[in-house]
């Protein structure tokens, strides 16, 4: 199925956040600057602001030698419900996805085949055999770095380097620009040393008083791939059904259970 990737890994690894595994906590040698206090203040602001995104973006993803590239409308909201139509070049729709929070779900329209499984990290390799935890996917998507609302930011190293740290969580933060807008972030496995994962958010553009990337790249070095967002059109914080979120049952001709544990 084309392009199939793209919408399971999306789906999938946002699909139980609540189940996502455990990680040590880990010191960072850094200060409790009042810039760090700052970013604390301006995520917590941003992510009171953007409870729900919708929009059409390109999505791309590249494992390997394989590179896949679709255009998609996307509705999120925060903190575990996604929805995604993937379409092609005359904007017909030939796969939907999407997450409740409690199932996830794969919808192939020209098939009439729907895929059901209940929202948990077993299912996600079931189907994905992608390893990222869930929890921080819906955070990524929707612009921001993937911190606990209790996580406490240090600020690292010196001023000049803009390099900020989550207690805990393995997450680092770097900023630029006269704005201060978060650029990177990294999440350190627990040796502090390799990279679970590297995320960059570009192309920044004011909207609803915010300022949001409309450009998302990660990037997992253990396995050679690259996942891409480039959003064209946005709205956020709209009123989204809870409906958006569910499989479409009734229009589906045949359902398949995936990922029975």
């Known amino acids: 199925m084309k392009h199939i990737a793209i919408i399971i890994c999306l789906v999938m690894l946002s699909a139980c956040a609540a189940k996502a595994p455990s990680r040590v906590a880990r010191h960072v040698e850094g200060e409790r600057t009042q810039d760090a206090a700052n970013i604390e203040k301006r995520?917590?602001?941003?992510?009171s602001a953007t409870p729900t995104?919708?929009?059409?973006?390109?999505?791309?993803?590249?494992?390997?030698?394989?590179?896949?590239?679709?255009?998609?409308?996307?509705a999120l909201k925060r903190p575990s419900e996604i929805r995604i139509d993937a379409m092609d070049a005359l904007a017909d729709?030939?796969?939907?996805?999407g997450s409740d929070g409690k199932r996830l779900w794969l919808f192939i329209p020209s098939k009439g085949?729907?895929?059901?499984?209940?929202?948990?990290?077993?299912?996600?390799?079931?189907?994905?055999?992608?390893?990222?935890?869930p929890s921080e996917l819906v955070e990524i998507v929707m612009g921001a770095p993937p911190l606990g609302a209790r996580q406490e930011v240090v600020q690292v190293g010196e001023k000049s380097d803009r390099h900020f740290a989550a207690e805990g969580s393995g997450i680092h933060i770097w900023t630029e620009g006269a704005k201060n807008r978060i650029a990177k972030c990294v999440r350190y496995a627990e040796d502090g040393v390799t990279k679970d994962?590297?995320?960059?958010?570009?192309?920044?553009?004011?909207?609803?008083?915010?300022?949001?990337?409309?450009?998302?790249?990660?990037?997992?070095?253990?396995?050679?791939?690259?996942?891409?967002?480039?959003?064209?059109?946005l709205e956020l914080g709209g009123s989204v059904q809870a409906s958006a979120f569910a499989p479409p049952e009734k229009r589906a001709r045949k359902s398949e259970k995936v990922g029975a544990e």
């Open 43 to 47: 995520l917590s602001a941003f992510r």
């Open 53 to 74: 995104l919708k929009g059409l973006a390109w999505v791309e993803f590249r494992t390997g030698d394989e590179e896949q590239r679709t255009e998609a409308a996307l």
């Open 93 to 97: 729709v030939w796969a939907q996805a």
């Open 113 to 133: 085949k729907l895929y059901v499984g209940r929202a948990s990290s077993y299912t996600l390799h079931k189907l994905a055999k992608f390893d990222w935890e």
């Open 197 to 233: 994962y590297e995320i960059s958010f570009s192309d920044y553009k004011r909207l609803g008083g915010i300022d949001f990337p409309y450009k998302i790249e990660a990037l997992f070095p253990g396995r050679g791939a690259r996942f891409l967002i480039e959003y064209r059109d």
